[in-house]
Each structure stands twice: as structure tokens, then as C-alpha cells.
């Protein structure tokens, strides 16, 4: 495995259960963080920042993040085909800027924009190694 598979990996593990614990805190109250996870939506405030209608908006979001952990769950079994993986990294990235961006609106207190920061800049570089060890796996298969 080349090093951006070993980054792309240890990085999906981690964010792969870190994405599941938050989309099954914002679409349950089964966890310690549900309240926190959905008081942004529940209230009203990110429906009003981004225009849309706050409890679907967070049951997708909620769901999204369930799938997404999910498939990246399945990429580190070696279970998710390449285009399932490589979704999963990505579609992540938009949602932690869009946390992110939301937290800086909110006038948020400085940890939540800078642990959403963290969080995105981790997804960004787990979608692009995770393209490099693809790509590597391409070019060992043409060569």
C-alpha cells in the first residue's frame, strides 16, 4: 500500500465514525451530542443562514453523514467499489464547510469554527489522498 492509501485510510477510519456519530446525533437523541448536533437546526438558525427548512435539512444532513461514514467504513474493509469511496470523501467536504461557514455566520464561539475547520481540512485531505492511491493503483495496472 503506498502512503497516501495508509493516510486515506487511517483518516477514513477515523472520519468514517466520526461522520456516523454525528449523523446518528442529528437524526436521533440517542446520543450525548444529539442535543448540540440538532440545536442549530431545531432553532432555527441554519435553516435561516442557508434558506431552507430547518428539520428536513437536518434529517439530510443527518442521513448524509450516515452514508457517507458508512462508505467510508466500507472502503477501509476493502468492501466499497472506487466510486463509492471516492464520493464519500468528497461529499463530506462540502458539508464541514458548510458547518464551518454556518459557525463563522452564527457568530459562533472560536472551538466550533476551529474544530468544523479541523474536521473539513482532514476531509480535503483524505478526498485527495485517497485520489492518489487510486490513481496509483490505476498506474501500477497500466504499467
Known amino acids: 500500500m503506498t502512503a497516501a492509501g495508509f493516510i486515506s485510510t487511517g483518516l477514513s477510519a477515523f472520519l468514517g ?11 436521533t437523541d440517542l446520543t450525548p451530542a444529539s442535543g448540540e448536533m440538532q440545536s442549530g437546526f431545531r432553532n432555527g438558525v441554519w435553516g435561516a443562514l442557508w434558506g431552507l427548512p430547518s428539520v428536513p435539512f437536518l434529517k439530510f444532513v443527518g442521513v448524509t453523514e450516515i452514508l457517507t461514514g458508512l462508505g ?7 468492501l466499497a467499489p472506487q466510486v463509492l469511496a471516492q ?10 464547510v458548510a458547518a464551518t461557514t454556518s459557525h463563522v455566520l452564527n457568530g459562533d464561539p472560536s472551538f466550533a469554527i476551529t474544530f468544523c ?6 476531509f480535503l485531505v483524505n478526498n485527495f489522498a485517497m485520489a492518489a492511491y487510486f490513481a496509483s493503483i490505476k498506474a501500477t495496472k497500466v504499467a
Open 17 to 27: 465514525f466520526f461522520f456516523l456519530f454525528a449523523g446518528v446525533s442529528k437524526t
Open 72 to 78: 467510508l467504513w466500507a472502503y477501509v474493509a476493502g
Open 87 to 96: 464520493w464519500s470523501a468528497f461529499v463530506p467536504v462540502g458539508i464541514t
Open 117 to 122: 475547520g479541523v474536521i473539513t481540512t482532514l
